[in-house]
Structure formats: structure tokens, C-alpha cells
């Protein structure tokens, strides 16, 4: 009988922070890479060294250590040292898809310029798999994946070795880590350890993996320091003549010798959060809604808005952002690792997360400032007027629908009209008169202070406005003119547009869907638990009861043409924290203040929370009411088409027996919409930083978490997860800053339709949601509200025309457009959610030649239509005559 062949993989899981700060972790990574190097340089029988698949380990090295590029280069490039695909360990369920792609793109042409990018899909410890992580491997040449997290032992085949596949047939070649990533962590030859730990581990390892002699020890940890002493310990573990073959080795090699003679046809697809063998913390998606919510707030921010403009600007003749954006870029990615961005951190951990999102908001929101600035002078300067705002449309397709912004008048009344004076319908939803403040003159008998007139800041919604593909248009502002479609507040109880109708009655709010007359009656609540759970799980309290803050109050109705405004009130005593829970001898008043938008020609209901939250230790969820009952599966979106799960987790009944490391609650994440649907009808929520939800079948609600509120980093044997703590075991680490004590607002909308739901037209409906667009307005009043108003700037153009559209894509949907990473060219992401296949095209006066890429960006021919095959995406490059 041949002997199974062990392969030890020294490595470090390099968290870059978590309840130490990014700085502990970078003064901890100088002295170990320092360590590491010098090891290897001095013992040739070691192998090689994972560092934990991240490209940001070698920039934070290098920022120190400027002087060891070489050594380090030398050591990647001789595969001694493996770094990347990624730039992070990014949570790959709390972030934008296009986010893990930047990730990826950053950490495999980063580690490429270092010598090699490492060519596994490494996922070690983040908490549960995207469904589209295979193919994003895939486009980048990646074709292995190791991961530990989230699959059933009933998935597998008898083999840790399977084949992973995404919705749209890409696969990668995968092995799972049974064991986690640290079994080899203290591996020495010492009799004890080898018949007590080593032994029955890859006893264990050798019976999970059926039709393979190969056998993955992971050997390393957090933070660990590498183990000097590995290649005499395997050379004597060998010297033992057992069933075991040992070779020190790594994650490629191990892959190659694995699956070169080996098929292993087993294929597991979809998103996996499998909560067997280790802890998914499902519920970690609502820890720390500060986070969460600022986080796409940017996101959107970058991908959306910044980045597109900045490729109108380039076309126009400015300089693309490329430094700024990388800068950016890489503190988010910060962000984004699992830990980070999960929220299972110390508060000052937590602090640095929020001033890290805060600077990269301030940056995104400073260069859009002088992107528009300096454009909207030019546009000025062509057409001879100076009371202008332009729309800047940063999706590359045609749009028309409404457009919120802010004008800055002399006057009250204003009228805004297009460059051919047609005049433009819109609605004022806010008006104020602000002070001019003063300014110093500079006299000859010294400064001066003069009083500067006031002004009027008005926000408005401009009514069936048209703008074009990646482009902008013009409007003119006329003062002094009559507009009589202001916010009224009036005694109603009702608001309504041309798709639905909200009504208040006996404390109760009843929304009706017009066109199929399907309505739907008390449709919100919101419930309050005790969370006696921690920082990465929630957990209810046994004997705890759920209060529901059941009866409306009706604060106001506001109406003008084109916007109806609803505020109502919710209001109930609960618990002050936990100690109270289940003796409520102190309680808070908690209250939920709720505004309901309907807005002219839009199919959905914008809905706005905000809460003064005083209470601790307790978990708050939208009970929002569907028209489906008894709903079997929900539905959602995740990369790049939707997702099916259940409603009733059937695993719930025997995973305690079975001894699950965590309950497999049916709560699940939602990346921009979720929702449910039958024959007769379907509902769904879209959201902005919201991020789970759980559909309760009984009663037919989805139940979206607005926040959890707890106090601890760790806590031992919750209710879900039963044994030790998670994250360090030998410290409780309190955090009073994740109670989430203070002022929160939420945000989200309601769909609701007759018959199935329509998978293009929710991709829609979220595009339109989180406005594509940007607006600027040619003014000197006001320098206040776009920050770097304030200042001189030089502007590089001289004119340009008061309407222009660069490209536009006509089928498919747009998940990015950026300059390319290298070079001038503009890289377009498209994709296709739905089942069937579709092309794309792309117009263009001045960006004439399409070329297909990969995600690297590394072309793959020159096509004239694009192939969008189901649930698939397509990334092009587009070149102008000159490129």
C-alpha cells in the first residue's frame, strides 16, 4: 500500500486588523518579514512561505523597508515567498461585486510586477463564498481555489477535492480545508503530538478524501511567525517509516500534483454559507450599521458616479484621477477585509474604519467638485451664461426620469429651462433663506468687513428630465419667476402617484399596487429583541419575547405635483438593556420615525427611517408586510444575476445534534434587493447599506435588519453558536461604541407588482434607485456645499458644448466604466441577470474599436457585438482612432 503524501504549507493568515489596529498589525508585519526573509535567504531547504494571498502586505513592508525590494522581489519571484491574487482578504458578501474585482485586479498586477502572482483563489477565513467567486478567479487565469468556509460534508462526494462553478459555467478546480487553516500550526516530531494530534487529523484528512493519496496540511495561524524549525520536523517525521509521506510545499504545488492525474468530477455550485464544520456568522451583516451604510454610500460613490465622470473629463480633455483613484482604492480595500468590514473589531479598530471611509468620501466627493467644476465653466464659457446647472449622466444609457439637486437663487421663484427655453417641470421638496455672511475688503485704511446679501438654497426633484449616455446636458435658471409647485403640508391621509397609493388609517398604513389593484394592509411594523450576542453573532435571549412597535402615528402628509411625502411615527417602552430584558424594571422609549416618498413616474415607494436609538443589547427589524403568503423560496440579487434560497431552513431541526458549529438560520444578505413572489404577485426591497434580511413564511413579511446593538467583540455559548468565543478566547474585549447609542437615518424602497417578477427589471428599478448621475451648478453663491468651490482652480479647457454624450451601450447592464489600468483606454464592465442570451452594442463618436478582455484587462479579440450568455458579464476595452 502507497503512502498518503502530506503536504505541509507554512503560512500566516495576516489579518490587517481586527481588536488591534492596522498600525499594530504593520509594526508587527516589518519585524516578521524582516524575520522571514533572512530565513529564507539562509536556509535553502525551506521551501517557500504563503503570506496570505495579499499584495497589501508587501506595500506596507515596503513603505518601511524601501531598501529590501530587492530581496523581497527575489524571494516572490523564486516562489519562496506567495503573495496575491488578492490586494485584501475581502469579505466577498458585504461588498460591491465590482469592488472584489478591483481587489483582485490590484493584488494580481501588483504581485505580478513583484515577480508572481500566486495562482490559488485563497480563502481561508472569510465568512461564506460569493456564487460568482469561481468565474472572477477565472478572469483573472486563476484555476484553484482553497477555501474552509461554508460547505456540507453532504455536498461533498467523499473528496475534498470538487469542481466549483458559477451561475454562468465558469468553474475552478477546489479543495475545501476540513480542518480550518491552522491544523500544522504547532506541527512538530514529538511522539505526544504525533499519536495524540497528527495522526488522528490526517486519519480524519485520509478519510474525507476518497479517491486522493494527497493530503493539505495547512500549517500556520494568525499572525504567526514563521516556524524555523519545519524543515528538520519534517524530515523527521519521515524518519518514522509511518503511512505518511511528508514534503514541506505550497498551495500551487499542491493543486498541480492533486488534480494532474486526478478528475474529480463532484461540482458544488451557488453561494456557500454552510455552518457545519465552521462558524459562517450570518448575522455579522448587520453588526455595526455605521460601517455597513458608509461603506456603500463610497462604493457607489467611486463606481458609479466618480469613476465615469472622470472618464467623460478624460474625453474632454482633463487629466484621469489614476493616482487619486489607487490611492482610494486601496485604503477601501482596507475596509473590505472580513473582519473590517464585518464589524467584529475594538472600537478603536472601529474608529479607524469609520475615518478611513470618511477620507476616501471626502476624496471622491472633492474630485467629482473639480471634475464638474472645471466642465461646467467651460460649458459657460461656449454658450455665454452664467445661471447654469448641468447633469452629468454617468451610466452609459439613456435615461429619462427624475433628478434631485440643490439650487442657489437670489430670488424665491426661478424657473429652469432647457437651452432651447422649454420649460422644465420640477417640484420643491425644501426652501431656506441663508445669510451671505461677510467678507474682508482689503481698504487703504485696512479690512474691512462687508455684508454680503443673502440667497436661497432650494432642494428640488426635476420632473422627466432626459439625460444622455455618458454625458451631460444643460439647463438654464431664470429668477424671478413664478414656480407654484411647492412642498404643501395638508390634512390628509393619503399619498399617491400614477403606480401606487399609500394610505393611513386606525394606525395602520395599507399600500395598494394600482395597475393589478393588489394591496396590502398594516404593512409595517418593526420588532425589537434582545441581542444577547456579540460583535460577530446575534443571539436571542431564552425567554425573551418579541415586542413589535405595531400602531402608526401620523405626523404629516406633504404634496406637490410631482413629490407626495407620508412621516409617521412608531413608538414603544422596551428594555433599557439587557440586564432589564426579562425584568423590564427600566425601560427607553424607542421611536422610529418613518417618510414615505412617492415621486412622479417612479414604480417604487422610497422609504426613509430614522431612530435616536438609547437602548442596548437589542436587535431592531422592518416588519414589512407582502401579498405572498406562505413563501417557500426568496429571491435576491448576488455579482452579477439573482440568487434562490429558502425561506425554512430544513438543516434548523437536527443541526444541534449533528453538531453544527452554528445554527443555519435562514438570515441572509442582500446586496442591492430581496425579495418574494407567486403566481398572483411579487415584492422586494432595495437597499442602500442595509444588508440582511430573513423572509418569515408564517406570516409572509420580510424581515430587513435595520441595526444590531451589542457590546462585546466575544462572548462564549450563544444560543446559535453554541462553545467558545469567536475571535480571541482569552480576553472579553467590550465595545460600547458597536451599542449604536445615538441618531441613525435608513434607507430603502418598496416594489410591489401583479404576476412573477421580471429579473431585467429589478436591475432597472436598483439603477434607478441609486441615481447614476451627478449634478453642478454655476454659481458664487454658495461655496459652501460643493467644498472646494472656495478655492481658485486653473481650468485646462476653454469651451465646450452645453450638451455631449461620449458612448452609449445599448443592451445588457453597466457594472463599471473606468480608464483602463494601464493606459488611456476605457474599460466598460457589462453583464446579463437574465436566463437568456443576449448582445450588446456600443456607439460611439470617438471610441470606435471594441476589444473583449478579461478581467485582467489583457484583450482577447476585436468583436463588433458583444456575446452576453446567461447570468454572464463581459468586460470590453474601447479605443479611440488615435489610441
Known amino acids: 500500500m502507497s503512502k498518503k503524501r502530506v503536504y505541509v504549507v507554512p503560512h500566516s493568515h495576516w489579518d490587517r486588523?481586527?481588536?488591534?489596529?492596522?498600525?499594530?498589525?504593520?509594526?508587527?508585519?516589518?519585524e516578521n518579514m524582516d524575520h522571514l526573509i533572512h530565513l529564507l535567504e539562509s536556509n535553502k531547504e525551506y521551501h517557500g512561505y504563503v503570506f496570505d494571498a495579499q499584495m497589501s502586505i508587501v506595500d506596507e513592508y515596503l513603505k518601511v523597508r524601501p531598501e529590501n525590494h530587492d530581496r523581497l522581489k527575489g524571494m516572490i519571484e523564486q516562489k519562496r515567498i506567495f503573495v496575491g491574487p488578492w490586494y485584501t482578504q475581502a469579505d466577498s458578501m458585504l461588498v460591491h461585486k465590482e469592488s472584489l474585482v478591483r481587489n483582485l485586479l490590484y493584488g494580481v498586477k501588483g504581485t505580478e510586477k513583484m515577480g508572481h502572482s500566486m495562482g490559488i483563489g485563497y480563502l481561508p477565513d472569510i465568512f461564506g463564498q460569493n456564487q460568482y467567486l469561481p468565474s472572477l478567479f477565472k478572469g483573472f487565469g486563476i484555476d484553484y481555489a482553497i477555501l474552509q468556509r461554508g460547505i456540507y460534508t453532504d455536498q461533498l462526494d467523499g473528496n475534498l477535492n470538487f469542481t466549483w462553478q458559477s451561475p454562468d459555467g465558469e468553474a475552478v478546480k477546489a479543495n475545501m480545508q476540513a480542518l480550518g487553516?491552522?491544523?500544522?500550526?504547532?506541527?512538530?516530531?514529538?511522539?505526544?503530538?504525533?499519536?495524540?494530534?497528527?495522526?488522528?487529523?490526517l486519519e480524519k484528512l485520509a478519510a474525507m478524501n476518497r479517491d486522493s493519496d494527497h493530503l493539505l496540511l495547512p500549517s500556520g495561524g494568525d499572525q504567526v511567525l514563521v516556524r524555523e524549525g519545519f524543515p528538520e520536523t519534517v524530515k523527521k517525521l519521515n524518519e518514522k517509516n509511518g503511512d505518511y509521506e511528508y514534503v514541506l510545499s505550497d498551495y500551487e504545488q499542491f493543486m498541480e500534483d492533486t488534480w494532474r492525474d486526478k478528475d474529480f468530477p463532484n461540482t458544488i455550485q451557488g453561494e456557500l454559507i454552510g455552518t457545519e464544520r465552521s462558524r459562517i456568522h450570518n448575522t455579522i451583516?448587520?453588526?455595526r450599521y455605521d460601517i455597513k451604510k458608509l461603506n456603500a454610500i463610497v462604493e457607489h460613490k467611486i463606481i458609479n458616479q466618480l469613476e465615469p465622470l472622470a472618464v467623460i473629463g478624460q474625453a474632454l480633455g482633463l487629466r484621469y484621477p489614476q493616482?487619486?483613484?489607487d490611492e482610494m482604492w486601496k485604503h477601501l480595500f482596507d475596509v473590505h477585509a472580513h473582519d473590517s468590514i464585518g464589524g467584529c473589531n475594538s472600537d478603536d479598530t472601529n474608529s479607524d474604519i469609520m475615518h478611513r471611509l470618511e477620507k476616501i468620501d471626502h476624496q471622491a466627493d472633492g474630485l467629482m467638485n473639480l471634475i464638474k467644476r472645471q466642465l461646467t465653466h467651460a460649458i459657460a464659457e461656449q454658450l455665454g451664461k452664467d445661471n447654469i446647472f448641468v447633469?452629468?449622466?454617468t451610466d452609459a444609457k439613456n435615461y429619462v426620469g427624475t433628478v434631485e439637486t440643490v439650487l442657489f437663487t437670489k430670488d424665491s421663484h426661478f424657473a429652469v429651462k432647457t437651452l432651447d427655453r422649454e420649460m422644465v417641470d420640477f417640484s420643491i421638496t425644501n426652501q431656506e433663506y441663508l445669510s451671505g455672511g461677510k467678507k474682508i475688503v482689503v481698504t487703504a485704511e485696512g479690512d474691512k468687513e462687508v455684508e454680503i446679501p443673502g440667497y436661497y438654497r432650494t432642494e428640488l426633484v426635476l420632473n422627466n428630465v432626459s439625460a444622455p449616455a455618458l454625458g451631460y446636458t444643460t439647463f438654464q435658471i431664470e429668477e424671478g419667476v413664478d414656480h407654484v409647485d411647492q412642498v404643501e403640508s395638508l390634512d390628509h391621509s393619503f399619498i399617491e402617484n400614477e403606480s401606487y397609493a399609500l394610505a393611513y388609517d386606525a394606525n395602520m398604513l395599507t399600500l395598494t399596487e394600482k395597475a393589478k389593484n393588489v394591496s396590502v394592509r398594516d404593512f409595517l411594523q418593526f420588532e425589537d429583541t434582545a441581542d444577547a450576542g456579540d460583535s460577530y453573532d446575534y443571539s436571542p435571549l431564552p425567554g425573551d419575547?418579541?415586542?413589535?412597535?405595531?400602531?402608526?402615528?401620523?405626523v404629516n402628509v406633504e404634496k406637490t405635483v410631482g413629490v407626495e411625502r407620508m412621516t409617521v411615527r412608531h413608538t414603544k417602552l422596551v428594555p433599557a438593556d439587557l440586564n432589564y430584558r426579562l425584568d423590564p424594571k427600566a425601560e427607553k422609549q424607542l421611536t422610529i420615525e418613518t417618510t414615505f416618498e412617492l415621486r412622479r413616474n417612479e414604480d417604487f415607494v422610497r422609504v426613509n427611517h430614522h431612530v435616536d436609538n438609547q437602548v442596548k443589547d437589542h436587535r431592531v427589524r422592518a416588519l414589512i408586510q407582502t401579498p405572498v403568503t406562505?413563501?417557500?423560496?426568496?429571491?435576491?440579487?448576488?455579482g452579477y444575476s439573482m440568487i434562490t434560497r429558502q425561506t425554512e431552513n430544513p438543516r434548523m431541526e437536527t443541526w444541534k445534534e449533528n453538531g453544527y458549529k452554528e445554527a443555519p438560520v435562514p438570515i441572509y444578505t442582500v446586496e442591492q434587493f430581496a425579495g418574494v413572489e407567486n403566481e398572483d404577485a411579487h415584492f422586494s426591497v432595495l437597499t442602500k447599506g442595509l444588508k440582511e434580511y430573513e423572509v418569515l413564511k408564517d406570516s409572509g413579511q420580510i424581515a430587513l435588519t435595520l441595526f444590531r446593538s451589542v457590546g462585546l467583540l466575544g462572548r462564549d455559548d450563544l444560543a446559535w453558536r453554541p462553545g467558545r468565543a469567536s475571535g480571541i478566547n482569552n480576553k472579553v474585549v467590550v465595545t460600547p461604541d458597536a451599542q449604536m447609542i445615538g441618531e441613525m437615518m435608513f434607507d430603502y424602497a418598496l416594489h410591489m407588482k401583479g404576476g412573477r417578477v421580471e429579473t431585467a427589471n429589478l436591475f432597472e428599478l436598483a439603477d434607478t434607485y441609486n441615481n447614476r448621475y451627478v449634478t453642478y451648478q454655476n454659481q458664487s453663491l454658495n461655496t459652501f456645499e460643493e467644498r472646494l468651490d472656495r478655492f481658485e482652480i486653473p481650468y485646462p479647457i476653454a469651451t465646450l458644448p452645453g450638451e455631449f454624450s461620449l458612448l452609449n451601450v445599448e443592451g445588457g447592464f453597466i457594472s463599471s466604466i473606468k480608464k483602463a489600468h494601464e493606459g488611456q483606454d476605457?474599460?466598460?464592465r457589462l453583464f446579463n441577470p437574465t436566463v437568456e442570451e443576449t448582445h450588446a452594442g456600443v456607439s460611439s463618436e470617438t471610441l470606435t474599436s471594441i476589444m473583449l478582455t478579461n478581467l485582467a484587462e489583457e484583450d482577447e479579440g476585436a468583436v463588433d457585438a458583444i456575446p452576453l450568455p446567461p447570468y454572464s458579464y463581459q468586460t470590453i476595452r474601447l479605443k479611440g482612432e488615435s489610441s
Open 17 to 30: 486588523e481586527w481588536y488591534f489596529t492596522i498600525e499594530d498589525s504593520n509594526l508587527l508585519l516589518a
Open 181 to 201: 487553516y491552522g491544523p500544522g500550526k504547532f506541527l512538530t516530531a514529538d511522539e505526544d503530538f504525533v499519536e495524540e494530534r497528527l495522526e488522528p487529523m
Open 285 to 287: 451583516r448587520s453588526q
Open 323 to 325: 493616482a487619486r483613484l
Open 391 to 393: 447633469i452629468f449622466h
Open 545 to 554: 419575547e418579541a415586542l413589535t412597535l405595531a400602531d402608526a402615528e401620523l
Open 630 to 638: 406562505q413563501p417557500e423560496q426568496t429571491f435576491g440579487d448576488q
Open 826 to 828: 476605457v474599460i466598460v
